[in-house]
């Protein structure tokens, strides 16, 4: 029987969008169970004391390179949002109140599209909500639950339980408790689900 796969992410990662769409690979390939958690980033880095690898020029120059070889590679269309950075805040509540929802895959596969497919401002409510509507969603049924007391408290209680485990950015998985980070490290992710 496999491990199950913890996929701890952002949306606002370009990382996690192609990790995403492997992992259900995986998944599917596998069998393994793939457990998506959803954390706030910028909770993350504040916590940790950690930077979008972009601040530094050179080195996000180099990632949007290798990103683009990844896409390339795995037949995932990725297009840098013009908007990056983008709060992502209501996109994660929306997400953690979703945890564990028959919804939960639909409206992240629509809220990575809003991102990495289509650059759209994703942290403006209104480009948010056509998104969510264009995609077949209740938009404002979702745009309420990320208001609700018990779902902030969830995104930010995942967010400090992945500090807690060590987790300093996304994606990162989690596979019969061994960390793993990025999104280059999916096969490892696998044969740890596997083995």
């Keep these: 029987m496999p491990h199950p796969i913890e996929f701890l992410f952002d949306v606002g990662s370009p990382t996690a969008y192609l990790a995403w769409h492997r992992l259900k690979k995986v998944a599917a390939r596998t069998g393994a169970s793939l457990v998506p958690v959803p954390i706030l980033l910028g909770g993350v880095f504040k916590a940790t004391g950690g930077s979008p690898p972009g601040t530094v020029a ?3 120059r180099w990632m949007n390179e290798d990103m683009q070889r990844w896409a390339a590679r795995d037949g995932v269309p990725l297009a840098m949002n013009p908007w990056f950075p983008v709060n992502t805040i209501t996109m994660m509540r929306i997400l953690a109140g979703l945890q564990g929802d028959e919804r939960f895959e639909a409206v992240t ?6 991102m990495w497919l289509h650059g759209r401002n994703m942290a403006d409510a209104e480009v948010l909500a056509a998104t969510l509507t264009e995609a077949g969603h209740d938009a404002a049924a979702l745009l309420a639950l990320a208001q609700e007391p018990e779902v ?15 987790v300093f ?12 980070f990025g999104q280059d490290r999916i096969e490892w992710v696998e044969a740890a689900a596997v083995g």
């Design 58 to 60: 050179a080195k996000g």
């Design 152 to 166: 902030k408290l969830r995104l930010m209680t995942n967010t400090e339980a992945a500090v807690a485990r060590g």
């Design 109 to 114: 596969d629509a809220l990575f599209a809003g």
């Design 169 to 180: 950015g996304a994606p990162t998985c989690f596979v019969a408790g061994q960390m793993h």
